[in-house]
């Protein structure tokens, strides 16, 4: 009975023991009653939470139902080995910020301007929001992993942030997703669009970028400026959707209407370029498998064009699968076949272009299309289910098939180089040799020479920001 008048007012140990005794036993009494108020907030036990240097510490609880932003303003807690189910919100006059191995399952949000160290030390974040705010003490995110885009725009360190080990856990597609979502919310509580959302990741990638160049950690830079490239597409990308309908929109004035230029289609159309080939000059293996793409759709196409006028005129195609045998037909009949069939040829050198780029789109960006085959798929089972069996079933047949295909022309330039190397440098034979115009193997080995140098620059770009040699 007097345990449970003490706790109910531990005003009166003063007057049980007099001097020190008093105040040892009262502070104690406090510690007793905070772990009590602690563990009913968390929903923790009370053996789990220890007390030292001046805070509390919550140790191995999972599955925090809901966090409470209340008892943090209290009691400095510390969090150890949590994982938090419901949404963390930090707010205003929080004693102590420190996460040690917490996963969070939900939003973390901080909004406010943090005048407490913030430390986040293995944590495993899904959705971040520090928008706008403002951190005048140091702030540590020492290996944290990230399943989905934070939000750091328009945050101000006013000391520092020290960033270790960061993990992205998420790809371009996965970023889009988050962006597109759900609406949010600015300062005067309009809602943004979706390449208003997309420009606010990009500059909260920005933030990060410029902090880890000025502690000179490139490498982790150009991940992070490949992120920030991800975000300029999504919001050219949403911008020319934006301009599209309003287009069509006859209710909108004509000088309040999305504008989307040239100038925006050409940088949409690199950036998606680059980050097909070389995800935008940050993963090696991706830049070599579409340089080795690349050379042998050139060397699939030019056998193609001697094996089409070997057999054109009469000649055994047995008796000529070499290459330098192909050859000697080939430049023994195409001068006389370029002067009787002029219009023919120069028709044929059009397709032969058309058909070198549609192979390299095809076999390079083939996700755009894969993306638009399911989601035709999806409306297809709302009408048929018959008809979109037999449809997925061919889009895995042709899958397979571009695959194996795919296979054969990186193999093919290691074939090449091994039989005849100077095919694979048109430039050197094909344009000092005395040709006809309008040489469909000229026409060829010019688009190749040109689209070569593109992509030899980005896999030497690539190599170099893969490697140690500084920027």
Excluded: W
Aim: net charge positive.
């Amino acid at each position: 009975m007097a345990r449970k008048r003490i706790g109910k007012n531990t005003k009166t140990l003063k007057n049980l023991t007099p001097g020190d005794n008093a105040n040892k036993t009262e502070g104690v009494i406090n510690k007793i009653i905070a772990k009590r108020e602690i563990a009913k907030a968390f929903n923790a036990l009370e053996f789990n939470i220890l007390y030292y240097n001046d805070s509390f510490a919550l140790n191995n609880t999972r599955e925090i139902a809901q966090f409470n932003s209340k008892i943090i303003k209290k009691y400095p807690i510390s969090f150890i080995d949590c994982s938090f189910m419901g949404e963390v919100i930090i707010e205003p006059d929080t004693k102590r910020i420190y996460f040690d191995n917490c996963k969070f399952e939900s939003n973390v949000t901080i909004r406010f301007k943090v005048e407490v160290e913030a430390c986040f030390y293995r944590c495993d974040f899904k959705h971040t929001n520090f928008d706008m705010s403002i951190f005048t003490k140091p702030m540590i995110f020492y290996g944290p992993t990230f399943r989905e885009a934070p939000n750091f725009n328009q945050v101000i360190f006013a000391d520092n942030l020290n960033i270790v080990g960061i993990k992205f856990n998420f790809n371009f597609d996965s970023l889009q997703q988050t962006i597109m979502r759900k609406p949010y919310i600015d300062e005067s509580n309009k809602s943004k669009g979706k390449n208003e959302v997309a420009y606010d990741f990009r500059d909260s990638f920005r933030t990060l970028k410029n902090i880890l160049i000025k502690d000179n950690n490139l490498l982790d830079a150009s991940n992070h400026h490949k992120f920030e490239l991800y975000c300029k597409e999504i919001e050219l990308d949403s911008k020319k959707d934006l301009a599209s309908e309003h287009k069509k929109s006859k209710n909108i004035p004509e000088s309040e209407k999305q504008k989307f230029t040239a100038k925006d289609f050409i940088d949409l159309f690199i950036l998606r370029f680059y980050r097909y080939t070389s995800d935008h000059h940050t993963d090696l293996s991706i830049a070599i498998r579409s340089m080795l793409i690349f050379i042998g759709i050139f060397a699939f196409l030019s056998a193609g064009i001697m094996v089409f006028f070997t057999i054109g005129d009469g000649y055994q195609l047995f008796g000529a699968l070499d290459t330098a045998s192909l050859k000697y037909f080939y430049d023994a009949n195409i001068k006389n076949f370029i002067q009787n069939n002029t219009a023919c040829v120069v028709g044929l050198n059009f397709f032969i272009v058309l058909l070198f780029l549609t192979l390299f789109i095809l076999l390079i960006i083939h996700t755009i299309f894969d993306a638009q085959l399911i989601n035709l798929a999806k409306r297809l089972k709302q009408k048929n289910h018959l008809v979109c069996i037999i449809y997925i079933k061919l889009i895995r047949f042709t899958k397979c098939l571009r695959q194996l295909f795919t296979l054969l022309l990186c193999i093919l330039p290691f074939v090449i180089l091994v039989s005849s190397p100077k095919f694979l440098v048109p430039a050197i034979g094909l344009f000092t040799d005395n040709r006809s115009p309008f040489d469909p193997l000229s026409t060829i080995g010019a688009v190749y020479t040109i689209l070569s140098a593109i992509m030899l620059f980005s896999l030497i770009k690539t190599m170099r920001k893969n490697s140690i040699v500084p920027n």
